[in-house]
């Protein structure tokens, strides 16, 4: 157990839907990361943030949004799903005291 | 920018046998470490192993282990002992210094091991 907890672990959207992917970090760990995982583009950094604050942004779509929250648990959004957004989301968190991400179990969605 | 690339899209070992995985990248800093993670079926993202640029000794973890070649800049892993948990896919990583940033990431190796 990373102690990244993501929920929920699957998802079943239509295309067109919104839906929002969940994230609480390792305790005491202030950065979360966003990471996209898809048979086509392998696994790619979407965005980060860093105790509350937008850190560093990837290839994150414009359809696609964060924020981390004062408690520090971070919620990512995709709107305006597309088939081609079906992938394994996955957050990670790390602490400014070590330099390893610690990843959750991932979200799989399904857009259909 | 930073690349990182895994040239070996498979392999596969014997049990007890050793498998060397490779990874080279591409940076210009010089601060910066490397990550070997492991992806079992569960999906789940696990580290395996870590080395920091500035050290020159390779890192080990138990039957793990990394030959890291700044200059060439490469960076592999050796499994020793190989067992049939060690099957799945890993991914070398690349992270440039400082807290902030992200990890990028290679293609992946799929390793399968024959009992």
């Known amino acids: 157990d990373s102690g990244v907890t993501q929920t929920p672990k699957h998802l079943i959207t239509a295309t067109g839907q919104r839906v929002t992917l969940r994230c609480s970090p390792r305790s005491g760990d202030l950065s979360v990361y966003w990471y996209q995982q898809s048979l086509d583009q392998g696994l790619q950094f979407l965005i980060q943030y860093y105790n509350g604050e937008e850190r560093a942004k990837g290839n994150i779509l414009e359809r696609f949004s964060a924020q981390q929250f004062p408690d520090l648990h971070s919620e990512l959004n995709l709107s305006s799903l597309e088939l081609g957004d079906s992938a394994l989301y996955f957050c990670?968190?790390?602490?400014?005291?070590?330099?390893?991400?610690?990843f959750g179990q991932g979200t799989r969605l399904t857009v259909v | 920018a930073q690349t990182v690339t895994q040239s070996q899209p498979e392999m596969s070992v014997q049990e007890a046998e050793t498998v060397t995985l490779s990874c080279t990248y591409d940076t210009s800093e010089s601060d910066y470490y490397l990550f070997w993670y492991k992806q079992p079926p569960s999906r789940q993202m696990i580290l395996v192993i870590r080395q920091e640029a500035y050290k020159q000794q390779n890192a080990t973890e138990n039957r793990f282990s990394v030959n890291f070649q700044k200059a060439a800049k490469s960076f592999s892993l050796k499994i020793s002992d190989s067992q049939l948990g060690d099957a799945a896919m890993y991914f070398c990583a690349y992270r440039r210094g400082g807290a902030t940033n992200k990890l990028i990431f290679g293609t992946g190796t799929l390793l399968a091991v024959q009992p």
């Open positions: 990670a968190s790390s602490s400014d005291l070590n330099t390893e991400a610690f």
